[in-house]
């Protein structure tokens, strides 16, 4: 089965409002990182932890290796939140060959 | 800042023909580069991952023969795809790094159309 679990698939929200995105791991992870794909399909970096909390305007991040789960929290959604959002999660790997997984996506949508 | 540039962002081949694709690297060493497709449905495949001075590691179903990688210095990492056909179809992204414990910054992809 996957290793990434990736929650909800699509999300919908208004303008000024937020949610949680959610990745539980199926493997100890060592490192996840979290990612928008705007709409021309580029890779934006949201955050990379290795364990904690990180956080950054409106959004903030967690990383449980022992609970193996990530969040992704946005609060006050403006419209150019929209577009799918990634987690990556590397397992721990003999010799630093780590293989990161990504998850199947959250497809966010702001309406005003 | 760390930043990835690929090109061609965009490509179109025929059936069968072969189309290269190369990723650059700038402001950081890139000691290990990692090569995903991304299907239409959006999701990503890694296809092999290349660190310097190891040798290039494919996953299941991606094979040297079908992409040939090269990465012959910590800037620069190159990706053929051979005999495309339609299953080959998506977006092709590479993603660096410097060092092992690390973030990846990844490139804007080259999207392969396949007539």
């Known amino acids: 089965g996957d290793q990434v679990e990736q929650s909800p698939s699509a999300l919908s929200l208004h303008e000024g409002t937020g949610s949680a995105l959610r990745c539980n791991f199926t493997t100890t992870m060592r490192a996840v990182q979290w990612f928008q794909q705007n709409s021309r399909g580029s890779l934006i970096n949201l955050f990379y932890l290795a364990s904690g909390t990180k956080e950054n305007g409106r959004l903030k991040s967690t990383f449980n290796s022992k609970e193996s789960y990530s969040t992704l929290h946005i609060r006050d959604a403006q419209l150019e939140d929209s577009g799918t959002y990634f987690c990556a999660a590397e397992a721990w790997a003999s010799g630093g060959n780590y293989k990161p997984t990504f998850g199947k996506g959250t497809s966010l949508v702001v309406h005003p | 800042g760390a930043l990835v540039y690929q090109y061609p962002r965009r490509t179109i081949c025929k059936s069968g023909t072969s189309m290269r694709m190369e990723c650059q690297a700038v402001?950081?060493?890139?000691?290990?580069v990692a090569w995903y497709r991304q299907s239409p449905q959006k999701t990503f495949e890694l296809i092999a991952l290349s660190t310097v001075n190891s040798a290039i590691k494919y996953e299941q179903n991606f094979t040297q023969e079908k992409f040939p990688i090269s990465h012959p210095n910590l800037s620069f990492s190159s990706m053929t795809v051979l005999n495309a056909y339609l299953e080959d179809r998506g977006l092709y992204l590479c993603g660096a790094r410097e060092g092992t414990y690390a973030e990846q910054f990844f490139g804007p992809g080259t999207r392969l159309t396949v007539l």
């Open positions: 402001g950081f060493q890139a000691t290990s």
